[in-house]
């Protein structure tokens, strides 16, 4: 799912989380990116306008946990560039 960082506000977020825990049957992977990374630092440093809402991996983790998920696994993908995470979550 590409979709999470797209999502500002906290209740969407764990109210999308929530929706994915309620269809799956087993493991759904789902992805995010971080404030620290490459890209991110970047742009605030350009002060150009940020597209997505970084998300912070214990952050991240919160949104799960309140959406009634666990999450097994974070997998950084290129890290220090772009370092999008892919998160391996299964429903509690």
Not at 45 to 62: M, S
């Amino acid at each position: 799912m590409l979709l999470l960082h797209h999502i500002y506000d906290h209740a969407m977020r764990v109210q999308l989380c929530r929706q994915i825990a309620r269809v799956t049957r087993g493991r759904c992977v789902m992805s995010f990116w971080p404030p620290h990374c490459w890209r991110y630092l970047r742009k605030r440093l350009l002060q150009k306008k940020l597209r997505g809402c970084p998300i912070a991996p214990r952050q991240f983790v919160g949104v799960c946990r309140e959406a009634g998920l666990q999450v097994e696994r974070i997998i950084p993908v290129r890290p220090w560039y772009e370092d999008e995470n892919i998160a391996i979550c299964r429903p509690l």
